[in-house]
């Protein structure tokens, strides 16, 4: 992936933009924040800013934010006003941007990162510049960000993930809770365990990220059986290698034996069946310890870490980032704002506090425990710490995107991956197809040319299309 489009390339593209997707809100249905017209006596300049806050958008919500913004950035920012705009809904963002209109600080989900790329400012020489060390974010997922030009994002927060687990379910079959060091044997004869039918209702073991179009999560499965998705240098895919077929069949096995689900799965990306038993153990990610504390009420349950796979450790994660928008017209100060995002250590603490949001950065993690203890007591007998041991220990894997049409990978990966999960192809026939037809991307790359802003808001559409049809097929 080279690095983003010029201004020209860009401007060029906005000719061929919906203007009503420019006028949409970033998060539909969801009005911006605080997005009130300027005095005429003492004009300001409104500045949008998506910004992650994994809890559910709401009008409070969005005051507590814009107010947070306006006391800390606004209010030693004379001549300009940061709005808080909610993240997500790319293909709009991506409209708004090419018309000049988008947001400064973007923000968004692990595959929005290469509908985004073309867009973004290269971090690279700031970073150089003002000493700030990459070091600061998890290893893992700012794999998710590189590319062969440099980095162009940093995680929106660190999800390396643990599992919630309904103890009473287990107290209720007779079965031990698992202990810290569980392998996956030990996790799959669990599951099992748990896994039965009773009056009509099948009851599961545990979710597994594996489902067709959010399978990121997935990817853990794969490093922990020595596997990977793609080499080093992003040109080459993997899937065909012998560690990530291992993976994938022991994966895809536990759902297709009705001892896992990767079904009913919320916003949160956690499987809302935990809540009614019909879920014994799930993983989960941003807004899903908040989530937790709202919905897990009256009944026993606490954390586990991963289990232990056989060549190393390794968790789901989640890969939602922020990037600058390579389109504002003062970058200075389009950095500025992105490092109030990432970097300020009193934003990261307010949002820890009014959402139990994990950080991004590793040196905050035992703070997050100390401030979401605090905001809700629940938790402080909980085994938060194995969400810390995740991060801090770099074991969360995300999606990363080929050098050779990213898009078009992510496309090929979709086609084949709902035809294993439905059986209609085996793990090995089904993970060696895309891993060819992937590779075959590289010989058709030179005579591709770089989408414009509009070509890649239709891909997005067009992808979304597919993604309903592919549900659709295997319920």
């Known amino acids: ?27 539909t249905g969801c009005a911006p924040a605080g997005r009130a017209a300027p005095q005429a006596t003492h004009p300001v300049q409104e500045i949008p800013v998506q910004l992650h806050v994994q809890a559910t958008a709401s009008a409070t919500l969005a005051a507590l934010v814009q107010g947070y913004l306006n006391d800390h950035f606004n209010a030693t920012h004379k001549g300009i006003r940061a709005v808080y705009e909610p993240w997500g809904n790319m293909p709009a963002v991506v409209a708004a941007t090419v018309a000049g209109q988008g947001p400064w600080v973007i923000a968004g989900a692990g595959y929005d990162f290469a509908t985004i790329l073309p867009f973004l400012t290269p971090l690279g020489p700031y970073f150089t510049r003002d000493n700030i060390n990459p070091a600061q974010w998890s290893a893992g997922q700012m794999e ?4 062969e030009s440099g980095l162009y994002a940093v995680p929106g927060y660190t999800a ?29 004869r669990l599951w099992s365990a748990c896994s039965t039918d009773s009056g009509g209702q099948h009851r599961y073991g545990a979710t597994l990220s594996i489902n067709p179009g959010d399978i990121a999560e997935g990817y853990c499965y794969l490093y922990g059986f020595g596997g990977a998705f793609m080499d080093a240098s992003r040109t080459r895919c993997l899937l065909d290698q012998p560690g990530s077929i291992l993976g994938g069949e022991w994966a ?28 014994v153990f799930c993983t989960g990610a941003g807004a899903a310890v908040l989530w937790a504390v709202e919905n897990l009420k009256g009944v026993k349950w606490d954390f586990i870490p991963f ?40 934003w990261t603490q307010y949002v820890m506090r ?9 040196a905050q993690w035992e703070e997050w425990e100390t401030v979401v203890r605090a905001a809700a007591p629940i938790l402080k007998t909980k085994a938060l710490r194995y969400w810390r041991e995740a991060a801090v220990n770099g074991e969360g894997y995300g999606v990363q995107f080929f050098k050779y049409q990213p898009l078009e990978a992510i496309t090929l990966l979709d086609s084949v991956w709902p035809e294993i999960w439905a059986q209609k192809l085996d793990v090995a026939a089904g993970f060696q197809t895309i891993a060819q037809q992937i590779d075959n991307l590289k010989s058709v790359s030179s005579t591709t040319v770089t989408p414009t802003g509009a070509e890649i808001i239709a891909a997005a559409q067009k992808a979304q299309r597919r993604l309903g049809r592919m549900f659709a ?3």
């Not at 489009?5 to 997707?21: E, M, P, T, W």
């Open 1 to 27: 992936m080279g690095p983003p489009l010029s201004r020209r390339q860009l401007i060029r593209g906005a000719v061929l933009a919906s203007a009503a997707c420019v006028s949409t809100t970033y998060l």
């Open 144 to 147: 998710t960000y590189r590319t």
């Open 160 to 188: 390396a993930q643990a599992y919630f687990y309904r103890q009473d379910v287990l107290d209720s079959i007779g079965q031990s809770y698992p202990a810290p060091d569980w392998t996956y044997t030990d996790a799959a």
């Open 252 to 279: 895809f096995s536990q759902v297709w034996n009705k001892g896992c689900t990767s079904g009913n799965v919320d916003g949160t990306g956690l499987n809302t069946g935990i809540a009614t038993g019909e879920v």
């Open 307 to 346: 289990p232990a796979w056989p060549i190393r450790q390794a968790a789901g994660v989640n890969v939602d980032f922020y990037g600058m928008n390579a389109m504002a017209p003062n970058q200075e100060l389009a950095w500025e704002l992105f490092r109030f995002a990432t970097l300020d250590p009193g």
């Open 354 to 362: 009014i959402t139990l949001q994990q950080p991004a950065l590793v």
């Open 473 to 475: 097929a295997v319920g």
